[in-house]
């Protein structure tokens, strides 16, 4: 079955700050593909990046970046410099790659991150 | 700004009533996904569909149905509701079939509060 576990619940740094969020996930299937949404306050979800199973390289967004390691089924995102605009829910998803009936996002829990100035 | 649009953006009911959620998914995309997300159960998939019929099927209640229209938007349908379906309803939508294969993008979600 298909599972994503972000084990850090909520985090607090300081502005500027790096901050490392975790996430793990379980499936069976070779193809899958992996996702980080980031949800403000506000309450909108917003896609930050997608990741398949047959791409280990990571990468780099500003101040954002993706490390993704089959070997632990982790994908995790680290923020550098962390900004109070950061501050957030971040949730990691997962999506088996042939669509069957669980072809869908599956969540974690998510972690709230608040960044302080 | 997703390009999937959401109404209403807040929705207050009563027990036992019946509510719709509207979604628009953004231009060119054919796939249309309903979330449920509540403090108990997180962000839980109900229902998926592409280009008018129902593709996959999540933790949807029986009291719950969903359709897209042939101009692709799509319609939640709530009823009989019980003050445990207070939650934030979210639609996405993405181009394709496959869930995985592309992203899928969500709208601002409609807050729903069964009094």
């Known amino acids: 079955a298909q599972k994503v576990t972000q084990a850090q619940t909520e985090i607090s740094v300081v502005e500027k700050e790096d901050v490392t969020l975790d996430c793990v996930y379980e499936t069976r299937d070779t193809t899958y593909y992996l996702f980080w949404y980031k949800q403000p306050p506000s309450g909108e979800l917003v896609f930050l990046i997608r990741?398949?199973?047959?791409?280990?390289q990571n990468e780099i967004s500003g101040r954002y970046s993706w490390n993704f390691q089959k070997s632990t089924s982790s994908f995790n995102f680290t923020i550098t410099a962390s900004q109070v605009v950061d501050s957030a829910v971040y949730f990691c998803?997962?999506?088996?790659?042939?669509?069957?009936?669980?072809?869908?996002?599956?969540f974690g829990k998510g972690t709230k991150l608040s960044v302080k100035p | 700004d997703s390009g999937v649009t959401q109404t209403p953006k807040h929705l207050i009911t009563a027990t036992g009533q019946r509510v719709t959620l509207r979604c628009s998914p953004r231009s060119g995309d054919l796939s249309v996904y309903w979330y449920q997300q509540s403090l108990d159960q997180g962000l839980q998939f109900l229902i998926q569909y592409y280009n008018g019929e129902e593709r996959a099927k999540g933790n949807i209640l029986e009291r719950f149905s969903a359709q897209q229209f042939p101009d692709l938007h799509s319609e939640l349908n709530l009823s009989s509701l019980e003050l445990g379906d207070s939650a934030l309803y979210f639609c996405?939508?993405?181009?394709?079939?496959?869930?995985?294969?592309?992203?899928?993008?969500f709208g601002p979600g409609t807050r729903l509060t069964v009094l």
């Open positions: 990741r398949n199973s047959f791409d280990e």
């Open positions: 996405a939508s993405s181009v394709g079939i496959v869930s995985g294969t592309d992203t899928q993008y």
């Open positions: 998803a997962l999506s088996e790659g042939n669509g069957g009936s669980q072809g869908n996002l599956i």
